[in-house]
């Protein structure tokens, strides 16, 4: 009998079934409902009380293009009973494109087959984030402006790759400029001196990684100025109180 999916949501595909091998043996079965490029694709399996002591559990992504069908991820592990574990695929690399994918999973006993099932995954294009944090949202002349530039994956795992940051006055003149740069665990942080007459409003710092550009703002003014952090993340701009200021080099 093939096993039979219970529940399917748009983040998690949930499968509870009968076993092939022999009638009253039981598993479960959690894998996320969508794919990611940068993201690992984590399955995990519990053999239930009815279930056999052991069963080999292989998961495979398919992509399935122009009538064929291609194995583009996989992986396989040992599953014991009474024990939840998980099953980690490799991630989708970061250049995917939205095509149809397919989560295959398969488990076998010593008796034979377990269980067999497929499921269609969504494919979410975001593959990283980029957080700009300044130590203040507002600043005077001859201040100095300490930020940070962290990237992360869709997994929110450090994402370790060249970036290029330009400071840019309220008319969009370039002030200052940093090409491929680099941090410990995707996080950079670097200073900007303020002169003793900057022109005043609001001032930008564009950071482009890859193709993706993040333009949040501080403001340039000369009264008395609020000191609250500023951080800026995914395109959306807001005030925080953060801990502390952000480290300089």
């Known amino acids: 009998m093939r096993g039979r999916s219970l529940l399917s949501a748009a983040h998690f595909l ?3 079934a009968t076993a092939l091998a022999a009638p ?3 598993f479960l079965v959690t ?3 969508t794919i990611r490029p940068g993201a690992n694709v984590t399955v995990g399996v519990e053999l239930l009380e009815n279930g056999p002591l052991q069963a080999t559990v292989k998961a495979q992504v398919l992509k ?3 009538n064929t069908t291609v194995t583009i991820l996989e992986a396989e592990g040992v599953f014991e009973r009474g024990f939840f574990k998980t099953l980690t ?7 995917s494109v939205d095509e149809t994918y397919e989560l295959h999973i398969t488990g076998h006993s010593q008796d034979g087959l377990l269980f067999s099932n497929s499921t269609r995954l969504s494919f979410n294009a975001k593959r990283m984030s980029v957080l700009i944090q300044t130590d203040k949202a507002f600043y005077k002349p001859k201040q100095e402006v300490k930020f940070r530039v962290l990237t992360l994956l869709s997994d929110f795992k450090p994402y370790k ?5 330009f400071i840019k006055d309220p008319k969009s003149n370039m002030i200052q400029q940093w090409f491929s740069q680099q941090g410990d665990l995707g996080v950079i942080s670097k200073t900007f001196q303020l002169s003793s007459h900057p022109m005043l409003g609001d001032w930008s710092i564009q950071v482009q990684v890859n193709m993706r550009v993040s333009t949040p703002s501080f403001y340039v003014g000369a009264g008395d100025l609020d000191s609250c952090s500023h951080a800026y993340v995914a ?4 005030l925080s109180r953060l801990p502390g200021p952000a480290a300089s080099d």
């Open 89 to 95: 695929l490799p991630s989708l690399p970061l250049d």
């Open 161 to 165: 790759t060249p970036v290029n940051i």
């Open 235 to 238: 395109g959306i701009s807001q």
């Open 14 to 16: 949930c499968v509870c």
């Open 64 to 66: 399935k293009a122009f």
């Open 31 to 33: 894998a996320p409902g």
């Open 24 to 26: 009253g043996s039981r």
